[in-house]
């Protein structure tokens, strides 16, 4: 006879400690609840479509004699910097499509960054360094309807690394002329450099007409020295088209981002390609927020070569201005050589300066787009759709309730708080996930979480199904547990693994809500694995140990004679002894 199996290890997730898996489970639950009251946030972030938003229109704007630049290509290439700049700012869920051949439709979902979105989002962003020929203070802003005006910066800002600012900080300009006003040879020498132009002389003067000038030259210098005295930055509007129609490779006229100075730049000698990288980080020294800007290796070259021009200048032709959009954004004064990365610096608070780095981190659009209408897009619609999808979810999971009561009794506790701590996980996760990476829930997402109750319900039936085939063929409850788990085990993990498969793909392929869909899809397929792991299988183990479940009362759900159970199997002893010889009757 074999001696007993007295080693035997009990089965995988064996009966001896299923409370270290609820512990487990217990504390993520805790901490996810609780990492929601510590960040102040208790409801998830919503889509565009459930708490409303802003719907942008813009119109692509052809330059002069550039018609055929409004194309699909040119199109998709904003769409896709457009969306890079709103992601950039952690405004989650907004869409950025194109209608028609030259409209860009934007939703922004109502948030704390949606009113700086409305302002990049359509923002050419085409950034040059120029140097500055000339600048003048110009009248005090003309006040806004509250009657404040415009805030005029503290102070000139100033290239950091080895650049020192000036020390004035400001511009003072005699009574009606502009101070630094080139020489008439300043401008004439700009309109005929092909490279880096020669900046005015140290001592400025009145323009002069230049007799070695051609004509042509000393007319271009007459007409911008003509559109510099004309220039008005009093309003946004008309600083806006200063300049306007300017190549990068002409001298032209701008004015600051508050209209307190305006200039002559020349041609630009770097530009916004030449940008590898730009961030807005707080000055340790002074506590100010800058732009911290790191070129590439071309743009390190030029910026060497021009700011090592510019430092043997006097003030104010050693200043360079950084134009964004063609408003002078800085205009740092250069006193050495600077070479591989740069700091604009000025009157900048966090929002600003975010809003500037984040125009320089994803590049210029290739096209210049007209605000056409700004439209305040409700929750109503969203709201009355969410209503009706929670109630058809309320609807189904009351279904399932019901089916699981009246198919498996007792067993039927068990799928329930299953499902309850699968809420609350995928509440917690769905609730965080908002600040922690700009996941916003949206209608597909809830469509999404419902299609999840099924899955989740799924996996439960299996384990259960597995329980009672065992109990079917005659063993108890407590061994049929253990043996119905590796197999229940296996289907759960593959029927698992594609609904996640499918949820990757079409994450993957689509945009737009859909991916919201996919997204909850995903989260919550996973979700069904850890629960069923971590919960229902403990759960169940604790169970089968109670006298109400193993011994198979009526309405466990696990009663041996409802279900058709075979007898116990009994092994009859066979003899081997030689049989008996009965004496025969003579």
Not at 52 to 66: D, F, N, V, W, Y
Not at 93 to 120: C, F, L, M
Not at 140 to 165: L, V
Not at 522 to 538: A, E, Y
Request: net charge positive; with cysteine.
């Amino acid at each position: 006879m074999a001696a007993p199996n007295k080693g035997r290890r009990p089965a995988a997730g064996g009966q001896s400690k299923p409370g270290r898996a609820l512990a487990l489970i217990l504390i993520a639950m805790v901490a996810l609840v609780g990492g929601m009251f510590i960040s102040h946030t208790t409801t998830p972030r919503l889509g565009i479509d459930l708490a409303g938003g802003t719907s942008i229109t813009l119109k692509a704007k052809p330059e002069p004699g550039q018609e055929s630049a409004i194309n699909k290509a040119n199109m998709d290439t904003a769409v896709s910097i457009m969306e890079r700049r709103v992601n950039g700012l952690g405004v989650s869920e907004a869409e950025v499509q194109t209608q028609g051949n030259d409209n860009i439709i934007v939703n922004i979902p109502k948030g704390t960054n949606s009113e700086q979105a409305r302002q990049q989002v359509g923002q050419t962003a085409k950034l040059y360094f120029r140097p500055v020929l000339t600048a003048q203070a110009t009248a005090a802003p003309t006040p806004s309807a509250s009657g404040k005006g415009t805030p005029t910066p503290s102070g000139t800002p100033s290239a950091t690394g080895k650049a020192t600012p000036s020390a004035s900080g400001k511009a003072t300009p005699s009574a009606g002329k502009p101070s630094g006003t080139p020489q008439g040879r300043a401008l004439t020498d700009a309109l005929k450099a092909s490279g880096t132009p020669t900046p005015g002389a140290s001592k400025p003067s009145s323009p002069a007409p230049n007799p070695s000038g051609s004509a042509a030259d000393s007319a271009a210098a007459a007409k911008l020295q003509a559109q510099f005295a004309a220039l008005d930055c009093s309003t946004k509007e008309a600083r806006s088209k200063a300049g306007e129609g300017a190549k990068s490779t002409d001298p032209t006229v701008a004015c600051d981002q508050n209209g307190a100075e305006k200039y002559i730049l020349g041609p630009a000698e770097v530009d916004g390609t030449d940008v590898a990288k730009a961030q807005a980080v707080i000055n340790q020294q002074n506590g100010q927020w800058i732009v911290q800007m790191d070129f590439t290796s071309g743009g390190s070259k030029k910026f060497a070569a021009i700011t090592g021009k510019l430092s043997q200048q006097q003030y104010p032709n050693n200043r360079f201005a950084i134009a964004l959009d063609n408003t002078v954004v800085s205009a740092p004064t250069v006193s050495s050589t600077l070479s591989g990365s740069a700091e604009i610096s000025g009157s900048f608070n966090q929002s600003s300066a975010q809003d500037l780095a984040n125009v320089l981190s994803y590049g210029a659009l290739p096209l210049t787009f007209q605000e056409q209408s700004v439209t305040t897009v409700t929750a109503a619609l969203g709201a009355d759709q969410l209503h009706a999808g929670l109630i058809a979810g309320a609807i189904g999971l009351a279904l399932v309730i019901i089916y699981l009561v009246a198919y498996y009794r007792g067993l039927a506790m068990i799928a329930i708080l299953s499902l309850v701590a699968s809420a609350i996980l995928t509440y917690a996760i769905m609730t965080l996930l908002g600040p922690g990476i700009g996941f916003a829930l949206n209608l597909p997402a809830v469509c999404g979480a419902i299609v999840a109750i099924g899955i989740t319900a799924d996996s439960f039936i299996v384990y259960f199904e597995r329980i009672r085939d065992e109990i079917r063929e005659g063993r108890t409850l407590r061994p049929a547990v253990e043996r119905a788990w590796p197999r229940a085990r296996r289907t759960i993990l593959v029927s698992d693994f594609v609904s996640f498969l499918a949820a990757a793909v079409l994450f993957i392929v689509t945009v737009g809500k859909v991916q919201g869909f996919a997204f909850t899809l995903g989260l919550t397929t996973l979700l069904d694995v850890v629960v069923v792991f971590l919960f229902t299988k403990p759960v169940m183990t604790l169970l089968a140990r109670r006298k109400f479940f193993a011994s198979g009362h009526p309405w466990s759900g696990l009663d041996p004679k409802r279900l058709g159970a075979k007898p116990p199997l009994r092994r009859t002893r066979r003899t081997t002894s030689a049989p008996v010889d009965t004496p025969k009757e003579a």
